[in-house]
């Protein structure tokens, strides 16, 4: 499923977040993309930094992109920030660069 | 001064790292960094946010690099994310592609 390479980060404790990202690429996944909005964008950084520092030698961040979505409240819409950071296996960039 | 263009953001309201940004290209600056580390990551995403999206019309986002960097705590060292996101005048760009 597409789908299954894109880890919402949210409120749970952190490793939560990064055993779901280490479990992506070990089962196979070339390119995993992390994403939070508002607070847990400090955990979606944490996340990828303690991934690839503690346990994803071979992968790198290969771009980190922010935005603002609008979101519906109960007061009215609102303005969120975003964060989108994107994973890649190191080989994969090896290849295209051979 | 070199360091002016640096903004930390850290635990006050952002509007106030906001207007600084804002302050910065008002008096000139062609660049400004804005760096935060752990929970105010959040914050800095914020602050760019708002300041590109309502106030900075030509400024736009060149760069967004996280990090780990090691503190000292009263309990030893500990690590902590870092987030640095340089913003520059588009004018400054343009003329970079003519």
Redesign the interface.
């Known amino acids: 499923m597409q789908d299954d390479n894109i880890i919402f980060v949210g409120n749970k404790p952190v490793m939560n977040y990064v055993l779901a990202v280490v479990t992506q690429f070990t089962n196979g996944a070339q390119e995993v993309f992390v994403k939070a909005r508002?607070?847990?964008?400090?955990r979606a950084?944490?996340t990828?930094?303690?991934a690839l520092?503690r346990f994803l030698q071979n992968v790198e961040?290969r771009s980190?992109?922010?935005?603002?979505e609008q979101v519906d409240t109960e007061n009215g819409k609102t303005?969120v920030?975003c964060?989108e950071?994107v994973l890649v296996l190191r080989s994969e960039i090896g290849q295209v660069s051979l």
Do not use: F
């Open positions: 508002g607070k847990a964008i400090s950084v944490d990828t930094e303690i520092g961040k980190i992109t922010t935005s603002t303005n920030s964060i950071i």
